[in-house]
């Protein structure tokens, strides 16, 4: 990529499409400044704005970086989780966050592209920032903007035994095998990377775990983070663009053209 890479060059580029991705959840966030004056009260008084196209509802923890800041009773470590109907499309909100995430499940596993989540984004945005200016609070001082796409790879598709796994990973090398070291039992990495024109960051954490079904993979989790220039929709959604080019372009240099065009089939 060339240097002017945050200025509008990557956008007459074509990015890699896959009939067949391996993607099974995507996140578009933006991390801001704690909303001064929030609390627990709110989650269910902004849930009426979104209720008709997300009528379910959960609380969970907050991400554990927050669960270390000490505990406010007034405005506690939570988050609240709005989905929709499918289960597939959710919204997570709280003090200091908002993210719109896509999520495949065994009735629903079909691929939602960006192309689609990212009006949803904006209109989903554009409600939770008319909430707080409606209820006198300030404008998000937005810190970061986050682009995630997480790929499952089972074993029997991408890989029988993990010696295999360097015929999906560009750059994996051989496993060894000595009198010593018999037989690899476990590869997990991460890797992180600077984005030309110092706009962020790309991270890829590759490790095992469970699918849906229970079935054994690899999980590869390709995030791109950075600042946008302020704090305006426009300036976020420019972000969010940039990051999916990242993350899609990182996904296609990370991995093997054999892999891409026989199992993702490639276009």
């Known amino acids: 990529m060339s240097k002017d890479f945050s200025a509008g060059d990557w956008a007459s580029r074509q990015l890699p499409e896959y009939r067949k991705p391996p993607v099974v959840e995507t996140a578009l966030a933006v991390e801001f400044a704690p909303i001064v004056g929030w609390n627990a009260i709110r989650y269910g008084d902004i849930w009426q704005r979104f209720k008709n196209e997300y009528p379910k509802a959960e609380v969970q923890p907050a991400p554990q970086s927050l669960l270390t800041q000490g505990l406010d009773l007034a405005n ?14 959710l919204i997570q909100i709280r003090s200091g966050g908002f993210v719109r995430n896509w999520r495949a499940n065994r009735e629903n596993p079909l691929y939602t592209r960006y192309a689609t989540i990212r009006p949803s984004f904006e209109k989903d945005w554009r409600i939770f920032c008319e909430y707080l200016a409606l209820n006198g609070f300030a404008e998000p001082e937005v810190w970061k903007c986050e682009v995630t796409y997480v790929n499952h790879f089972p074993r029997g598709r991408e890989w029988n035994e993990l010696s295999d796994l360097g015929q999906t990973l560009a750059f994996l090398p051989k496993p060894i095998h000595s009198e010593v070291l018999e037989s690899l039992e476990q590869v997990r990495f991460a890797y992180v990377y600077a984005l030309p024109g110092d706009i962020g960051h790309i991270h890829f954490q590759f490790q095992p775990g469970m699918g849906t079904d229970g079935e054994e993979i690899m999980q590869l989790a390709i995030t791109a983070v950075g600042k946008p220039q302020g704090s305006s929709i426009g300036e976020i959604l420019n972000w969010l663009d940039l990051g999916h080019y990242a993350v899609v372009q990182g996904f296609s240099d990370f991995t093997s053209s054999n892999t891409q065009a026989a199992i993702w089939e490639r276009i």
């Open 76 to 89: 506690p470590p939570i988050r609240c989780l709005l989905i929709d109907e499918r289960g597939n499309q």
